[in-house]
Nanobody, 122 residues
Framework: QVQLVESGGELVQAGGSLRLSCTASGRTFSNYAMGWFRQAPGKEREFVAGISGSGASIRYADSVKGRFTISRDNAKNTVYLQMNSLKPEDTAVYYC???????????????WGQGTQVTVSS
């Protein structure tokens, strides 16, 4: 079992930055890949970024490439999502997810966090 707790979501103006954090517990952190997803009101949950267990492989959705950066600190059991140049269309609940296949970057979640709200005002 893996428990995931996100933090860092808040209200920010367009063009601003935020860093989301997700801390995991329950298994050896480097043994699983991690990802970020988001869900806007009235829309399906969508993939944002994924990182392999070692951190060597990373994948982004086209909509966030060049603006968002995913990283992980295996010593702290934490994955981060640095979000720059935020746009109103980035407004969503952001979820972190764990994939027990450590090599993956196209994350298929086995576990989800509870989500953190990011709101970008225009």
């Amino acid at each position: 079992q893996v428990q995931l707790v996100e933090s860092g979501g808040e209200l920010v103006q367009a063009g601003g930055s935020l860093r989301l954090s997700c801390t995991a517990s329950g298994r050896t952190f480097s043994n699983y890949a991690m990802g970020w997803f988001r869900q806007a009101p009235g829309k399906e949950r969508e993939f944002v970024a994924g990182i392999s267990g070692s951190g060597a492989s990373i994948r982004y959705a086209d909509s966030v490439k060049g603006r968002f950066t995913i990283s992980r600190d295996n010593a702290k059991n934490t994955v981060y999502l640095q979000m720059n140049s935020l746009k109103p269309e980035d407004t969503a609940v952001y979820y972190c997810a764990a994939d027990l296949r450590a090599y993956r970057t196209s994350i298929i979640p086995n576990y989800w966090g509870q989500g953190t709200q990011v709101t970008v005002s225009s």
